[in-house]
């Protein structure tokens, strides 16, 4: 793990890492919950600590709100969130993760189900992409 108080090195996307991300968001730049100019942060100017392999966030300067990215990429693994919305979306990924377990499911298999009970198409269905409001319809669905 890497430690805040050395010096990293600046993020330098993998071409191949790039490509290998089907499914896109637009990479954010401006807040959409404030209007404030979004960069990429480190972890460390979030977190205090590195969370992960990839410790490259979009995060906006006025606000709290963030957004990762996929690893090795420049590219936001869903879009930019609050913290309420944060919150909203653990506890769908964790209510989601449980239902498609106890199902027997796999995981692409438990997002084709979600996809289809939330009647959107599989390639829409992330819950880094969800709004408070998704979010909300996929713990219901998801605590049945």
Known sequence: ?????VEFTPMTPCREA???VNDRVEIPCVCRYCGGLVEVAHHCAIYGRVAGSWPWVYACNDCDAYVGMHPLTNLPLGTLANKELRTLRVQAKNAFTRAWQVQGMTRTGGYRWLAAQLGIAKSKC????????QCERIIKICGR
Do not use: Y
Request: glycine share 12%.
């Open 1 to 5: 793990m890497e430690n805040c108080t």
């Open 126 to 133: 992330h819950i880094g992409w969800s709004d408070e409001s």
């Open 18 to 20: 790039v490509k290998g």
